[in-house]
């Protein structure tokens, strides 16, 4: 993710460094946000997916949470999410959502109660496997208990009943995220790291991934738009039902609504392949011949991809443009991005970045969130790779040298494990980039690019560490490189730049 506060910072600081205002500026550096492990490590294609993944437990996972060290408090054990199925209906005139969640789960423990993470709203009904159920609601934890006990290895299903006005949700990382009603009314959700549960409750960690069905109903007047396949469109006397299915696992913050008046679906037939879809959701002024320049080079930048980090991991790509978010977030499959950025000369750098997150971030995503370098700095190289396919290695080397100097200047902490209440500082962006720049030096770049697609590859759909990222870039290249990590991930001292 990235938020246009912390751009600016990361823009000043490149203006110090040297440069004009090219991608170093791009960078935006300091300013993303964040996204996720799991086990699986299977080799998969771009067209085949597990159904979901299997959690792993982790050592103090209990079911008031599912383990993370840096945030104790997030998600819970005892069950394993196999789907999602989101029914939304959107009131313009009350503003308010009518919502039924159900919640598809496989038993990991006999269960006498289980927990879900749930955030607002009034809920006016709880029914397991069809059978009206107490709970309790305790903060974020939505206790609830089954007449009769769960056994292990039952799939069972949670459907939760609410309605309210969705309102903005404070982060564990980033104050103001979740759902957000915009200057024109639009909707829309970012949710990293854990709002998630602010709109529909969950296993609110990157852990427990799972596919997904959005449906949502508003007046006709009004588009609404989700991750993955639009799969049905059914008109009805005074409303519109759009269903979206994403059938690749999705980690919860990655699931978003987006909903506008006069807003459209629109395809990109230039960038569209058999393979992928590529459909942005637009405002009025910013459709046909508005659509502005940078948005229409994605075919290019989804094949500059494919080529350094393989396949694009999903069946769909776009963006939604929303107003009142100064940021951009990497949501599976349809990115949301705030006007700001839309307007700012940094765009298209964004749209890089943004469009690297679907394999790095969103296909394989952290297992825990002291990982998150794996997204961010992933992302953020990939801002670099896009400055060399325009511009050559000589300008790669130049952008690389300014960041070097901006990280230097800054003095950002390492970024192998940020500080719980800086998750998404600059240094996961810029030196976890600097980073991967260290590695390409050190093993060239048939071995580099070849471990970039095997991580992207192994731990498709799943979850992945950076012990993981590790010894995947040992195996291919042959090298001992542990010393080359713990310098530039964990030590403080800035490495010099290779
Ligand atoms: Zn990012």
């Not at 080799?43 to 104790?72: C, K, R, V, W």
């Not at 993470?117 to 809920?123: L, R, S, T």
């Not at 995220?177 to 529909?200: K, L, R, T």
């Not at 992928?276 to 910013?286: E, F, G, M, N, T």
């Amino acid at each position: 993710m990235h938020r246009i506060v912390v751009i600016a910072v990361a823009v000043a600081l490149a203006g110090v460094a040297c440069t004009s205002n090219e991608p170093t500026e791009a960078s935006a550096p300091a300013g993303d946000q964040p996204t996720t492990t799991a086990p699986p490590a299977t080799t998969t294609t771009s067209t085949t997916s597990p159904a979901t993944t299997t959690i792993p437990e982790l050592p103090t996972a209990s079911q008031e949470s599912i383990g993370d060290p840096t945030y104790p408090g997030l998600g819970n054990a005892g069950y394993d999410v196999q789907h999602y199925d989101i029914d939304l209906v959107w009131r313009p005139e009350s503003g308010e959502i009518g919502v039924v969640t159900a919640v598809e789960a496989i038993a990991t423990d006999d269960l006498a109660e289980y927990n879900l993470d749930f955030h607002g709203f009034d809920i006016e009904r709880l029914a397991v496997d069809g059978v009206e159920t107490t709970f309790e609601r305790s903060e974020d934890e939505l206790v609830i208990r089954p007449d009769s006990s769960i056994a292990m290895g039952t799939t069972f299903t949670t459907e939760v009943t609410y309605r309210g006005v969705p309102e903005r949700y404070d982060s564990i990382a980033l104050p103001d995220m979740g759902w957000f009603s915009g200057p024109d009314g639009e909707q829309f959700v970012v949710a990293e790291p854990d709002a998630a549960h602010s709109w529909f409750p969950s296993n609110d960690h990157p852990l427990d991934k799972a596919t997904f069905t959005i449906s949502i109903t508003a007046p006709p007047a009004w588009t609404g738009a989700a991750n993955g396949e639009l799969v049905e469109e059914v008109d009805d006397i005074g409303s519109v039902t759009r269903t979206f299915s994403m059938s690749d696992p999705m980690t919860t913050y990655l699931a978003t609504v987006v909903i506008g008046e006069g807003w459209q679906i629109v395809e990109d037939e230039a960038a569209s392949t058999e393979e992928i879809a590529v459909r942005h959701v637009l405002p009025p002024d910013l459709q046909d011949a508005n659509t502005p320049a940078a948005l229409l080079r994605t075919g290019e930048m989804i094949a500059v991809f494919e080529e350094r980090f393989g396949v694009y991991p999903f069946d769909e790509y776009g963006i939604a443009v929303v107003g009142g978010f100064a940021g951009a977030l990497e949501n599976q499959t349809l990115s949301v991005f705030g006007r700001e950025f839309v307007e700012a000369p940094i765009f298209e750098y964004v749209l890089v970045h943004e469009l690297a997150h679907q394999w790095f971030g969103n296909s394989v995503t952290v297992a825990l969130w002291e990982d998150i370098w794996l997204h961010e700095g992933f992302a953020t190289y990939g801002e670099l790779i896009w400055a060399e396919h325009l511009h050559g290695n000589d300008v790669y080397r130049e952008f690389v040298a300014e960041r070097y100097a901006a990280v230097e200047l800054a003095e950002y902490p390492p970024p192998g494990d940020p500080p719980s209440d800086a998750l998404f500082n600059g240094g996961v962006y810029q030196r976890g980039a600097l980073t991967l720049h260290a590695l390409r030096q050190e093993v060239g770049d048939v071995a580099f690019f070849a471990i970039l697609r095997t991580f992207a590859t192994r731990f498709a759909y799943g979850n992945a560490t950076t012990a993981e990222f590790i010894s995947v870039a040992e195996e291919l290249s042959g090298l001992e490189l542990d010393d080359l990590f713990d310098a530039w991930l964990y030590e403080p001292e800035l490495p010099p730049l290779p």
